[in-house]
């Protein structure tokens, strides 16, 4: 008897642990990927239409109460941490919209804000599992430390134009490692983020790669190593063949909302 009650148990808990991992993975990451589809235009965001829809809600809500621990692949954990702070960011903005830049959300103006922490990155609105936390949480307390993965910067998206593309589904952990590479490949392809002087051998990287530079190494060479696959193929072939050559600038920063003009 005492055999049995324990199996029921067993069976119990896996049921509510698949129950959990379907209803979020299959069925409110589906309203986020239809939403994504229908208002991401290459990597731009139709903000205008978008705040109309009471979808993104509805995928908010369900990231609300999803407990993210019932989900046991690393990917599937990692795909979950991304699309919530992607879906997050397109919330405060829409809730706030129309605005011209992410930075208008700041308590104190940028630059104060960013020295008593009261940027829309500090402010707890975004809920998990019932619980009040931040994007700076989401990013910098686990996405960055827990699965170091530096290509996570090239999907993490802050309402800037700077920032790379949003991607035009959601992240998927059975699909994850190739998305995030060809989010890296998209993102270095665009000479508005990223542009190479060949002749001279100066990389111009966004400003992303100077922020985090961390995460990618701890010098020119190191960088341009862990980033060289995602290069076009003449650049990387040079900065392969000659890597001592090549030396890194950062390109400025633009702060204008990434909506669709």
């Given at each position: 008897m005492k055999k049995f009650k324990i199996l029921l148990s067993v069976?119990?808990?896996i049921l509510i642990?698949?129950?959990?991992?379907y209803s979020q993975d299959s069925v409110s990451v589906k309203i986020y990927d239809n939403l994504l589809?229908?208002?991401i235009v290459n990597g731009l965001v139709d903000y205008e239409n978008l705040v109309k829809d009471k979808n993104l809600e509805k995928y908010i809500d369900a990231l609300s109460k999803f407990d993210p621990s019932t989900l046991t692949n690393k990917n599937d954990k990692l795909a979950f941490w991304i699309n919530a702070y992607n879906a997050y960011t397109l919330k405060i903005i829409v809730d706030n919209y129309p605005i011209s830049s992410i930075n208008d959300l700041h308590s104190?103006?940028?630059?104060?804000?960013?020295i008593l922490k009261t940027t829309v990155w500090d402010k707890d609105f975004v809920i998990i599992d019932n619980k009040k936390i931040t994007l700076n949480y989401i990013e910098h307390d686990i996405i960055r430390p827990k699965f170091k993965d530096p290509r996570i910067h090239f999907a993490l998206v802050c309402g800037a134009m700077s920032c790379p593309p949003l991607r035009n589904e959601a992240y998927i952990g059975d699909k994850l490692d190739e998305q995030l590479n060809d989010q890296g490949k998209t993102f270095f392809a665009d000479q508005s983020q990223n542009s190479f002087d060949g002749k001279n051998h100066i990389v111009y990287l966004s400003k992303i790669l100077?922020?985090?530079?961390?995460?990618?190494?701890?010098?020119d060479t190191q960088i341009l190593l862990r980033i060289k696959a995602f290069l076009p193929k003449k650049i990387a072939e040079s900065v392969n063949d000659n890597i001592i050559k090549w030396e890194i600038d950062f390109k400025s920063y633009d702060w204008n909302l990434n909506k669709i003009k």
């Open positions: 069976i119990f808990i642990s698949v129950q959990n991992s589809h229908k208002y104190g103006g940028r630059i104060i804000a960013h100077d922020w985090y530079g961390d995460d990618f190494g701890d010098s």
